[in-house]
């Protein structure tokens, strides 16, 4: 199965097109304020409809509210919704409410954590394993940070699941063919600054991710 690949945390149209062109199968639009990455509605909405419909839009969202919620899945026109830290049970509420595909993220830094992934099964419709960040972080992702991918060895998937945490051009082969994924997903590998996008290293990488 050929593995593709989503762009988190776009933000310009110009970073937008550069992941469309290069074949991302997914873009992230991020909702949560104090993130470098957040986009107002009326931002969202502008670089949303510059999406081709084969691209899903996906918005990231911190256990958001469920206005804050309906009004950017009506801005941007999403296709799914993806969870940091929110609750199995209020990840099928959001589900439920939005009518949209739900991905949970899933903070990973022991095999312990792997525990929260079957938790989401009948809530979420994908998992998406990211590394937990350091304690006080602000932000649940987006930081660089990379968990230890020889935890997911045998373990049994209780959903379809995307792979985050610390990727980039240098190690994205490397983790496809250690953990299996078929979905990756960067944000922070793919900036020259906190929340500044940078065309070359979105083309490096996704070229990177097609040759896997």
């Known amino acids: 199965m050929p593995v593709t690949a989503k ?4 933000s310009t149209a110009t970073t937008l097109d550069a992941a469309i062109a290069q074949g991302a199968s ?12 957040h986009l107002g509605f009326e931002e969202l909405a502008g670089l949303a409809a510059r999406v081709p419909a084969h691209v899903r839009k996906v918005g990231v969202f911190v256990d958001p509210a469920d206005d804050l919620l ?6 941007g026109r999403l296709d799914a919704i993806q969870l940091h830290k929110t609750t199995p049970a209020r990840v099928a509420h959001l589900r439920r409410l939005s009518a949209r595909e739900a991905w949970a993220a899933v903070a990973i ?6 525990a929260a992934a079957a938790a989401q099964t009948g809530a979420a419709d994908r998992l ?3 590394a937990k960040t ?5 932000l649940p992702g987006g930081m660089g940070v990379r968990f230890d991918w020889e935890l997911l060895r045998g373990f049994r998937h209780p959903l ?18 250690r953990t299996g994924t078929t979905l990756v997903d960067v944000s922070s590998g793919v900036e020259s600054a906190p929340g500044v996008k940078d065309v070359d290293k979105i083309a490096a990488f996704l070229q990177r ?3 896997s």
């Open 26 to 37: 997914h873009v992230g639009f991020v909702v949560f304020p104090p993130s470098p990455r």
């Open 7 to 10: 762009i988190c945390g776009l």
């Open 128 to 130: 998406l394993y990211d």
């Open 160 to 177: 379809p699941w995307a792979l985050s945490g610390g990727l980039d051009v240098t190690n994205v082969d490397e983790a496809i063919a």
């Open 209 to 211: 991710v097609s040759a």
């Open 70 to 75: 309906m009004a950017a899945v009506a801005a």
């Open 109 to 114: 830094e022991t095999r312990g954590d792997l």
């Open 134 to 138: 350091p304690e006080g972080a602000t």
